[in-house]
């Protein structure tokens, strides 16, 4: 496989390389039924899908008068949600034979997510996903959360990359958001299929409308000039 000169790949981790929104909505889901008593549905989750895991309780916290802290509630959600991922996450395949293409091509590449460190660790360790991304770049280590562009610009400057040799795999509409506000391009797998239509992902340099069912990774490679 060939590779286009100076492109750098930068990927959204859950929903998009891994499949983690069951593990964090029963973590989620546990965590609400604790602290308020409220039924949380999967309907509910869709709503916070892209967004930060410290910004989703940020909002918890007001909308249901939480009086515990928005770090130890994080705590919390990390310590449910990473007992949930060590007991599995699946990996997307087509995006696993795209990281170990993109791997052997020596295209730089690094995971930028909303989850803490502790989970995108445990993550990629769990599925061997670590064997070829090691640079990573959570939302607790910028200023801003997505649709901010600050995780994916911090993810660049790690790979020493222009912004706009950049290409960021993204599942949700803040992240795709984000990735344009960084100045780079975009490959949009939308998790939930009826945001498809959000302008953040149709302005998209690729759209795989179905999501991951009809993600491939030689189209993406091919859309991109990647190989």
Not at 71 to 94: I, Q, S
Not at 133 to 152: H, I, N, Q
Not at 181 to 207: K, N, Q, W
Request: proline residues 5%; contains cysteine.
């Amino acid at each position: 496989m060939s590779t286009s000169s100076g492109t750098s790949v930068i990927f959204d981790l859950d929903g998009t390389l891994v499949d983690s929104e069951p593990n964090y909505y029963e973590a989620s889901r546990d965590l609400l039924a604790q602290y308020t008593g409220r039924a949380f549905t999967w309907a509910d989750n869709e709503q916070y899908v892209g967004i930060s895991s410290h910004e989703t309780l940020a909002l918890w916290k007001k909308e249901y008068g939480i009086e515990v802290p928005v770090t130890e509630l994080l705590a919390d959600l990390d310590r449910r949600y990473l007992a949930l991922a060590r007991a599995g996450t699946h990996v997307y395949p087509e995006m696993r034979k795209l990281v170990e293409q993109l791997h052997d091509a020596g295209v730089p590449m690094a995971v930028a997510s909303g989850s803490s460190r502790a989970a995108i660790e445990a993550i990629l360790s769990g599925t061997g996903l670590d064997a070829q991304l090691t640079t990573l770049v959570s939302a607790e280590e910028v200023p801003r959360g997505k649709p901010a562009p600050d995780v994916f610009l911090a993810a660049a400057e790690l790979l020493g990359a222009s912004p706009a040799d950049c290409v960021v795999f993204e599942d949700a509409a803040p992240g795709a958001a984000a990735a344009h506000a960084a100045g780079m391009r975009c490959v949009a797998i939308p998790y939930v299929a009826a945001h498809a239509d959000d302008p953040a992902f149709t302005e998209s340099e690729l759209l795989f409308r179905g999501g991951h069912q009809e993600f491939t990774a030689r189209a993406a490679l091919e859309t991109l000039a990647l190989g």
